[in-house]
């Protein structure tokens, strides 16, 4: 993250089996230096103790506003804070939220602080789909409050849909996206968005292949906020780092550049956005030998791998597509300046060469990017407008790109 400063955090929690889960909340806070107050409500003790939120945000905790009264905590803490996460959320404190209640230290604290709210529920599905907790949280995104999707999977029954609290590193991450950028806008709702992410492998025979140092991170950023301002999305991913699948989205696994064409085009007729942000080998091995190829064993050795091209999956959308109609296709450019041009003019000649809508231009020259957690570089659209992008989070440039794009969508 391209945070440097330390920031005053409150984490709040309530009282959720997924209470557990907030321990790392504040673990992932803490490390990147920031100061952490957590606040539970009373119920969100009987699954976590006093004791270990005190020991991991070194803090003391208080749930109510009855101790320590002459210190007026929650006035004191809600205005002292930079930032509110509440994780998890459970549908009876997004209730009395909406409500504007503030019979506990958590909600007073709530209603005092001028700082970013950001919510990240957790509830059986049927709650969450439930019209009264749906309508708690449409008033609370009304009331600039992010409330972030649950993300889909097994429940603590036999239950699986949405309603699973996010990974802790998906809740770090996005607030702390909104602590330097704001509320997430649901510009994206009733859109369908596909990102492809990561790098293909091209087999050489059953045990090698041909690959590049793409982790996807910035991929599953943009597939991560696409979801959280309200888009449906699938992500194609090839190989990546281990990486929490984005709230709601499907993921779709892929090996090889043909494989991701495939599924690609599969699902091109239904999508509002294309965004290929994978690292497309651009040459594969001709024949993939059935069986190990062995060490000087003649002519199908190892020594002589004959290749060729990979279809270029980003140009293949932009001439399916009729002119003037969606998909909205936005492709990405790892460049590095040189004696010809600079990586922006680089760029500039890509984006005219592929033509698509945007093109992500990212100045790879000083091994920047591949698996870092931040990014930079410009967003250029086709009609000439050039975005510059300052090095920040892949979150906050995926925001970014996202906000240009979803302007035309
Ligand atoms: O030509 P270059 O590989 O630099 O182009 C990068 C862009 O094109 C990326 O958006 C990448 O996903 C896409 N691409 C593709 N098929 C290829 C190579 C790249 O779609 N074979």
Redesign the pocket.
């Given at each position: 993250m391209a945070h440097t400063a330390a920031k005053r955090i409150v984490v709040g929690v309530s009282g959720g089996i997924a209470a557990y889960k907030a321990c790392h909340v504040v673990r992932g806070f803490t490390e990147l230096g920031h100061e952490v107050q957590v606040i539970p409500t009373e119920n969100a003790l009987r699954f976590v103790g006093k004791a270990t939120f005190e020991a991991l945000s070194h803090n003391p905790v208080f749930t109510s506003v009855y101790e320590e009264v002459d210190q007026v905590r929650h006035v004191q803490v809600g205005q002292r804070a930079d930032l509110v996460v509440i994780a998890p959320a459970t549908a009876d404190l997004l209730a009395r939220l909406a409500q504007g209640r503030a019979n506990d230290m958590l909600t007073s604290t709530v209603l005092m602080t001028g700082a970013p709210v950001v919510i990240a529920p957790a509830m059986h599905t049927e709650m969450w789909n439930n019209p009264a907790t749906q309508a708690n949280v449409a008033l609370l995104r009304d009331r600039g409050m992010t409330v972030l999707e649950p993300a889909h999977g097994r429940l603590t029954g036999s239950d699986t849909g949405p309603g699973r609290l996010l990974d802790p590193e998906q809740i770090v991450d996005l607030a702390l996206l909104v602590l330097s950028t704001g509320m997430l806008p649901r510009t994206l709702a009733g859109k369908r968005v596909l990102v492809?992410a990561g790098g293909t492998r091209e087999a050489i025979d059953p045990v090698r292949f041909i690959g590049n140092h793409s982790s996807g991170r910035q991929g599953f950023a943009i597939a991560e906020v696409a979801a959280h301002m309200g888009a449906a999305v699938t992500v194609v991913a090839g190989a990546t780092d281990r990486l929490p699948t984005p709230a709601g989205a499907t993921v779709i696994a892929v090996d090889s550049?043909n494989d991701m064409q495939q599924v690609i085009a599969d699902e091109f007729a239904k999508q509002n956005i294309i965004i290929?942000?994978?690292?497309?080998?651009?040459v594969r091995p001709k024949i993939a030998a059935a069986t190990k190829l062995k060490k000087g064993s003649g002519t199908a050795d190892l020594q002589q791998i004959d290749l060729c091209e990979?279809?270029?999956?980003?140009?293949g959308l932009v001439k399916r597509r009729a002119t003037g109609s969606q998909p909205i296709i936005v492709?990405?450019?790892?460049e590095t300046g040189d004696t010809a041009a600079t990586a922006l003019e680089h760029g500039r000649a890509?984006l005219a060469r592929?033509g698509c809508d945007w093109l992500l231009v990212n100045d790879v020259s000083q091994d920047q990017v591949f698996g870092k957690p931040t990014n930079a570089g410009w967003l250029l659209s086709a009609g000439g407008e050039v975005l510059e992008l300052p090095r920040d989070s892949k979150f906050v440039i995926a925001r970014q790109l996202l906000e240009a794009v979803a302007q035309q969508a």
């Open positions: 492809s550049a290929m942000a994978a690292a497309v080998a651009d990979n279809p270029d999956i980003l140009r492709g990405f450019a790892a890509k592929k």
